[in-house]
């Protein structure tokens, strides 16, 4: 169970992570030619990938408790 629970934890980091390094090369991007419907999808990207850990996480951790 700690094991899970620790697993759990690293992969909610990792996607810290992941996070940050999305959001670091989408803000690089050149969207001077961009239309504003391509800037408003590629800025969706690292939250959509935030929301997505989160939920995961708590996925995860009930899993966890429901063994």
């Known amino acids: 169970m700690v094991n899970s629970i620790i697993n759990a934890l690293i992969a909610g980091l990792l996607g810290v992570i992941a996070f940050v390094i999305i959001k670091q090369v989408v803000d690089a991007q050149d969207t001077s030619g ?10 969706i990207i690292p939250i959509v990938l935030g929301i997505l850990v989160v939920v995961g996480m708590f996925l ?5 408790r429901a063994d």
Do not use: D, H, P, Q
Not at 36 to 43: K, L, N, P, Q, Y
Not at 60 to 64: F, G, M, N, V
């Open 34 to 43: 961009w239309s504003g419907a391509e800037t408003a999808v590629i800025g």
């Open 60 to 64: 995860t951790l009930t899993r966890i």
